[in-house]
């Protein structure tokens, strides 16, 4: 559910849609949700000095109290 919903919003902000990935590992009560996008899309989800990723970290950790669990945003780097 939370994967989904993050995956949902970050479609709907990046250029390429179909290359967002997002990827759930739970462990207890922490998900972590590891972003997978583009370098070229990266920025828009960063946002100037971190608001937008900041943002989508407060929401999902809102979202996340309902269930309840701490939720934690990660964005995989390109190897």
């Keep these: ?13 990046v250029d390429n849609p ?3 990935i997002v990827r759930e590992i739970s462990s207890g009560s922490i ?3 590891e972003i997978s996008v ?11 000095q971190g608001r937008h990723i900041d943002a989508l970290r407060t929401l999902m950790n809102g979202i996340g109290s309902k ?13």
């Design 67 to 79: 269930i309840p669990c701490k939720v934690m945003i990660t964005m995989k780097e390109d190897e």
């Design 1 to 13: 559910m939370l994967k989904d919903i993050l995956q949902y919003i970050l479609q709907n902000v």
């Design 31 to 33: 998900v972590i949700l």
């Design 18 to 20: 179909q290359q967002v």
């Design 38 to 48: 583009p370098q070229a899309d990266r920025g828009y989800i960063i946002g100037k």
